[in-house]
């Protein structure tokens, strides 16, 4: 066969070509092979770093195990284990863990402060608090603002809840909110998880006050009442309400509920004489009753208690609206716990004095008999509401009476009452709720077995 000129080149293309597809094939197995090592050394080291971890918090583990529970210790692990210690020697275990968080449906927030903030929840259909830290709160960015990082400010902000979450375990009280469960998992940035679950409860603001009659409030004075007394004998020794608002309770199924148990004090204040051991003002006449014994100002936590709760707590829940007969014994009794002069016991009975005195006399309204009311036996009348001030539902006017005569003479008293519907059903006070109605028509009269409509006859 000729080797022509023509042919020679035609071979040298063909196996430069080839040359190229060989050393393209060569650069991609080469690129493969490095990708391939760098993934795997990646994976590896990742794999080593976690490992490595885990093996140094087995390590912390063990050696926070085999030291005393009480043994002050610091940083993020060491709080989880006190948490578990004092958890662990708690009356009653909690029934809500980290492994049931995920059943939680979180919905609106309900309010906030400056380490915590709050959702509704529910779970297995029923309602719930979750309180977990605020991150934006005022404890975690003034901690920020120290230099200190995320994981160690959300560590030292989650320590009042760790407080919370041990003193409902310790302090259980039908007047304090009850703690269905927690979650403490503190890990690194932003994966730590610190939350409790409690009872739900409304707000207990003024505006929300004046929306329930006096009757609910007094049920609300009286658990406030049990409460001080609670506290000032309770498992832990005398302790004090450093923060006693009225935005630290709550109300649920229309019981108080102190909600906020961050700032209780378990100690009596120190002193070295008795002048240290000052009250708020309008009980410093009962400053010679708290004693400098052994260095703490003894009785001090219970009276500072009941001073601060008659402005704060008792005035705002008696006063407004208090039933006539009821106005001096109220005055008095405020009057009693803001002079603190008196111990936690006696102001808890002289407080539960007030139901004696409200289901003997009621509103104090007298019948005039200047009206008489016709019985329309197990009836009642849908609509025909109005408004009226003592009311204990809105729209409505639903009072609580002793029985028909009181009942009368309150209708009698008001220009819009044309009659009312006794019912048989009580209050918590043990009287009878009553709707009372305007512009009765008979035609719309209801059967309903065991109330009577009572129809006004006489003009006024
Ligand atoms: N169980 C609950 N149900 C409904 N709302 C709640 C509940 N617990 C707390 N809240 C609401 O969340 C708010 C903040 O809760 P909490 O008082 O525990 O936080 P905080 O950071 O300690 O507040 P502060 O800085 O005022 O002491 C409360 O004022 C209350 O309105
Ligand atoms: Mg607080």
């Avoid at 709160?137 to 920020?144: A, F, K, Q, T």
């Avoid at 503190?186 to 939350?195: I, P, T």
């Amino acid at each position: 066969m000729a080797c022509t000129p023509a042919r020679s080149c035609r071979l040298q293309v063909a196996r430069c070509v080839h040359v190229v597809r060989a050393s393209h094939l060569t650069a991609f197995v080469v690129a493969y092979v490095l990708v391939f090592l760098v993934a795997n050394v990646v994976v590896l080291k990742a794999y080593w770093e976690q490992r490595q971890r885990e093996l140094e918090e087995q390590r912390q583990w063990r050696q926070l195990s085999g030291q005393p529970a009480r043994r002050p210790l610091g940083g993020a692990d060491a709080f989880l284990q006190r948490l578990q210690n004092s958890v662990s020697g708690g009356r009653q275990r909690a029934v809500f863990t980290c492994a049931d968080f995920p059943t939680l449906e979180v919905g609106r927030r309900l309010g906030f402060g400056w380490s915590k903030e709050v959702f509704a929840a529910t779970y297995g259909g029923r309602t719930a608090a979750v309180k977990t830290v605020n991150v934006e709160g005022r404890d975690m960015r003034e901690c920020r603002l120290t230099g200190a990082n995320y994981t160690d400010c959300y560590g030292r902000t989650a320590e009042k809840m760790y407080r919370e979450v041990r003193l409902l375990h310790q302090l259980r009280h039908p007047n304090i909110i009850q703690l269905y469960g927690f979650c403490m998992s503190l890990g690194r940035g932003e994966s730590s998880v610190v939350a409790m679950v409690t009872e739900l409860g409304e707000p207990l603001h003024q505006l929300a006050l004046l929306q329930r009659s006096w009757e609910q409030r007094l049920r609300l004075a009286l658990d406030a009442a049990d409460l001080l007394q609670y506290l000032a004998t309770s498992p832990l020794g005398p302790a004090g309400l450093a923060d006693l608002r009225l935005e630290q309770f709550l109300a649920a199924d229309g019981r108080l509920k102190l909600a906020d148990l961050d700032d209780l004090q378990l100690e009596e204040p120190r002193c070295r004489s008795a002048e240290q051991c000052l009250l708020p003002s309008p009980a410093a006449a009962a400053a010679p009753l708290v004693r400098c014994t052994a260095g703490r100002c003894q009785g001090y936590n219970a009276r500072r208690n009941q001073a601060l709760a008659a402005p704060r707590l008792l005035a705002p829940l008696l006063e407004q609206g208090a039933p006539a007969p009821l106005n001096a014994s109220v005055a008095a009794l405020v009057a009693g716990y803001a002079a603190a002069d008196r111990s936690a016991a006696e102001m808890r009975s002289r407080a539960h004095r007030l139901l004696e005195l409200f289901q003997r006399h009621g509103y104090g309204v007298t019948d005039s008999g200047s009206a008489e009311y016709e019985p329309v036996y197990n009836a009642t009348l849908p609509g025909h509401n109005y408004r009226c001030s003592l009311s204990s539902e809105l729209g409505r006017c639903s009072l609580s009476v002793s029985g028909q005569r009181e009942a009368s003479a309150l209708c009698s008293a008001d220009r819009r009452c044309e009659g009312y519907v006794l019912t048989n059903r009580t209050t918590w006070t043990g009287r009878l709720m009553t709707h009372f109605k305007t512009r009765i028509v008979t035609g719309e009269v209801r059967p309903e077995l065991n109330s009577t409509l009572y129809i006004r006859q006489t003009a006024r």
